[in-house]
């Protein structure tokens, strides 16, 4: 796509985003005015902005993990006062310095401009590069030309890579990822951070390879929350902000108390009515939460919350019933919890221990006695005998108490018999056996 191309889709995209707004406007102030007809006052706040110690968005809800407010700038906002800027409430500024590969051309005009009055007034700032790279000898270029331009320069904030061209979208995951790679590499072989910048659906569809995971996320989606579930440092919630000392609108950002990292969960029986989960660490977490239920599909409700040095938990069960458990990590931030990923799901069921049959004495002859070891948690046994040692076995009597541990049993004198034994236990509504003692 040409760059003149890229600049008419950006301003249609401008355009739409005026009207929608507009549009926004008019049902907000609608409602405002009904509001007013029932006597009940509509709060007042400033949309992207910090209310009450907290960052609010469009809507006056709060923006859970937000810690800083920023804005990217490019040619398209035009001359800026930057000083003007820097009494705002704006706390970093992330700055275009160019497309695509090393030529001077694609510098952006406005970059010499921006960044030397950010570092005068002494703004945070990171760069970002619009990529055109569809090939990895490409990459080598768009870094070149951000070096190029960097030399020198102070950056508080990454590097980002810019990848969201309609021209590019035609490669397949592995390339991204190639290209990302390269691109990336070599800004931090000169020593500076990278990360990358894109839209939730291509972050969801097309910079899925796990290279992605290795750097910080810098997402896009203009809406009142970001709903991209995998871990993002920075999100861009609207490219129709107002910043006094802007003539024209601007993206909005917010530096992001980034979700911590999908925890891995075991899940073990340990007695007949317990059974212990056991996850990894999830570096910076302030704790976890733990949910359970009894179907995969089904409510998980959560059990337990514990803190950040707890990674292990036993937890009672029904002996025979199936549980299905599911871990996350989360963050304290001051406006609310941030949460990761949860675990994959994991089931796991309690069984009794089987017993072990001790002896088979005959006491007449037609009587045999047997012994066996208690089973802990056994509401009773269930004695099976057979005339083959290996298979045909039929129930022949249940023993109701768990504390019983011996039996006589009849059988026609001068036959020889096998047996063996289960335990079972019944709670919850639920009635489970152990496993086949061994055979006598």
Request: aromatic share 12%.
């Amino acid at each position: 796509m040409s760059m003149r191309r890229a600049e008419e889709r950006l301003e249609g995209i401008l355009k739409f985003q005026r009207r929608k707004w507009s549009r926004i406007l008019v049902i907000l102030f609608a409602i405002a005015g009904m509001a007013s007809l029932f006597h009940e006052p509509v709060q007042a706040f400033t949309a992207w902005s910090k209310e009450n110690g907290v960052f609010v968005n469009n809507t006056g809800s709060t923006i859970v993990g937000a810690t800083k407010k920023g804005i990217d700038v490019s040619r398209y906002q035009g001359t800026i006062d930057w000083d003007t800027v820097k009494t705002t409430d704006v706390e970093f500024v992330i700055i275009r310095c160019g497309y695509g590969s090393d030529l001077t051309s694609q510098d952006d005009p406005q970059w010499l401009n921006n960044v030397e009055a950010c570092e005068r007034l002494g703004i945070p700032y990171g760069v970002y590069l619009y990529s055109y790279a569809d090939t990895t000898a490409k990459a080598k270029s768009e870094a070149a030309h951000v070096l190029r331009l960097i030399q020198g320069r102070k950056l508080s904030y990454p590097v980002y890579y810019d990848i969201e061209d309609d021209s590019l979208l035609s490669l397949s995951v592995t390339a991204h990822a190639q290209i990302a790679k390269t691109f990336c590499d070599t800004i931090e072989a000169a020593g500076y951070e990278t990360g990358i910048h894109s839209f939730r659906n291509w972050f969801n569809t097309k910079l899925t390879d796990s290279f992605f995971d290795t750097k910080t996320r810098w997402v896009a989606e203009y809406a009142s929350t970001c709903t991209y579930q995998g871990t993002y440092g920075m999100w861009q919630c609207t490219d129709s902000g107002s910043v006094d000392g802007i003539s024209t609108k601007v993206d909005i950002n917010f530096l992001m108390t980034e979700a911590p990292s999908k925890v891995n969960l075991k899940v073990q029986s340990t007695a007949y009515n317990k059974q212990k989960l056991t996850w990894g660490k999830a570096s910076g977490a302030t704790g976890y939460e733990i949910y359970r239920s009894t179907s995969q599909d089904g409510t998980y409700q959560k059990i337990k919350t514990v803190g950040s040095s707890t990674r292990t938990l036993t937890v009672t069960a029904v002996t025979g019933r199936t549980y299905y458990y599911r871990v996350r990590a989360y963050i304290t931030s001051t406006s609310g919890n941030v949460y990761g990923a949860y675990s994959t799901i994991r089931g796991g069921k309690s069984t009794l221990s089987k017993p072990a049959l001790k002896s088979v004495k005959r006491s007449s002859s037609n009587k045999v006695t047997l012994k066996w070891k208690k089973v802990s948690g056994a509401s009773g046994y269930v004695i099976y005998y057979s005339k083959k040692k290996n298979s045909g076995y039929k129930k022949l009597t249940t023993i109701k108490k768990g504390s019983v541990v011996s039996c006589k049993v009849k059988g026609k004198k001068g036959t020889k018999y096998y047996y063996r034994i289960k335990a079972y236990r019944k709670a919850g509504g639920v009635t489970s056996y152990s496993s086949y003692s061994n055979t006598k």
